[in-house]
């Protein structure tokens, strides 16, 4: 369905993202958003960054099934990705800096993320993060220390 340059398609993926949110369901939001991530890809990441990482209210499950997509179409072979990398991952990074703000537990996502990327950012943040103990989860701890003591290697 993604695939498709239908614009009844295409609104039909938006639709069905956008009824996601209204709902705050996390049913099937992993494809959803990968859909409407390759059908609008000028758009599509600025209405994630609005609707889930700068929304506080949003549960744990749907951020993490939002974060399951965007790694999956940042993925070195993803089509979408090899087009329009360094804007895409520009955008992206924009939108974690929300998601760090508003939901600091899920930084283990963002630290994985930029790890496959070899992209030193973030590092300030994830140091206060860490300093704050506001990780939970000993897996998200691993993944932004990992991080941490990768990113020197990265590029900015």
């Known amino acids: ?86 804007e895409l991952r520009r955008r992206i990074l924009d939108a974690y800096a929300s998601l760090l703000d508003n939901h600091p537990s899920l930084a283990g996502w963002v630290a994985r993320d930029l790890s496959h990327w070899r992209r030193n950012a973030f590092v300030a943040r994830f140091k206060e993060i860490r300093r704050n103990g506001k990780l939970l989860d000993p897996a998200s701890e691993l993944a932004v220390d990992l991080y941490l003591r990768q990113s020197t290697r990265f590029a900015k």
Request: charge should be negative; charged fraction near 25%; hydrophobic fraction near 40%.
């Open 1 to 86: 369905l993604a695939q498709s340059n239908d614009e009844n398609d295409q609104a039909y993926i938006r639709s069905n993202f956008e009824s996601a949110a209204r709902v705050g369901s996390a049913r099937n939001l992993s494809a959803w958003t990968t859909a409407f991530v390759e059908t609008q890809p000028d758009t599509s990441i600025e209405l994630i960054d609005e609707l889930y990482f700068q929304n506080r209210a949003r549960s744990r499950k749907e951020l993490e099934e939002i974060l399951k997509a965007i790694s999956v179409i940042t993925a070195v072979q993803h089509p979408l990705l090899i087009r329009r990398e360094a």
